[in-house]
């Protein structure tokens, strides 16, 4: 699976848009992009994933680069309740021996402030 | 409806002890993943089972570890005379299909293991 980078960490002022970056420049053409997040204390949460077009669900929207090489997850109006650990993961649906495992990196850690 | 839970939340053990983790995936899920998460790291894949079978078990650091999941739903992760790298929180999750599509992983919340 294609290697992620995330800033380390991020503020955001609650209701304002939180948008987190990922570089993900050696993709390739049959991997996709997941996001998960993790609040403290807990397992990580799924939020999104998408191939190339963007997506949209109610907790979150993806924007994939054109080249695929880079996307930002968009906490439209983010609340303190978003504060948590975010891992973007770039994984292939192709079957193999992959089954499915997760590789996180580090993350980026959103605060979000009142 | 209950998602998928774990036991025993904490567990403190002494260097050399054996300790068993237990999971209960979502009913009717085929798929169960086993992750380590150290300390202000992500969680790193251990193994995964698809129903009774472990088809992957490249994640596991050493012959101490050991997991089954012999009816194809609760599964135990079982560590043997632990040592003070074994000190992380495992993470167990699960999907309702195979791992070769995409289903979204639920995950537990996690047994936090301190060996002293």
């Known amino acids: 699976d294609a290697k992620t980078t995330q800033p380390p960490s991020m503020d955001c002022a609650e209701g304002r848009a939180a948008n987190l970056p990922c570089n993900h420049s050696t993709i390739s053409g049959n991997e996709y992009v997941y996001w998960y997040r993790q609040i403290h204390s807990q397992g990580p949460q799924y939020i999104i994933h998408?191939?190339?077009n963007n997506e949209t669900n109610e907790m979150a929207s993806l924007i994939i680069t054109e080249d695929r090489k880079s996307s930002t997850l968009i906490l439209p109006h983010a609340t303190l309740r978003d504060t948590a650990v975010y891992y973007c993961?770039?994984?292939?649906?192709?079957?193999?021996?992959?089954?499915?495992?997760?590789?996180f990196g580090q993350g980026t850690i959103l605060t979000v402030h009142p | 409806g209950a998602g998928v839970s774990q036991s025993p939340r904490y567990k403190v053990a002494k260097r050399g002890q054996d300790v068993a983790l237990r999971c209960d995936p979502i009913?009717?899920?085929?798929?169960l993943f086993w992750y380590q998460q150290a300390l202000g790291q992500g969680p790193e894949f251990l193994t995964y089972?698809?129903?009774?079978?472990?088809?992957?078990k490249s994640g596991l650091p050493s012959d101490r570890f050991f997991a089954e999941r012999p009816e194809g739903s609760v599964s135990t992760l079982k560590i043997q005379r632990t040592q003070q790298e074994d000190s992380a929180v495992y993470l167990c999750?699960?999907?309702?299909?195979?791992?070769?599509?995409?289903?979204?992983?639920?995950f537990g919340p996690g047994t936090r293991l301190t060996v002293t």
């Open positions: 998408g191939l190339k």
């Open positions: 009913s009717g899920h085929v798929s």
């Open positions: 089972f698809q129903n009774e079978a472990q088809l992957d």
């Open positions: 999750a699960s999907s309702v299909g195979s791992a070769t599509e995409f289903y979204e992983q639920y």
């Open positions: 993961i770039v994984r292939s649906n192709a079957g193999g021996t992959s089954y499915g495992k997760l590789t």
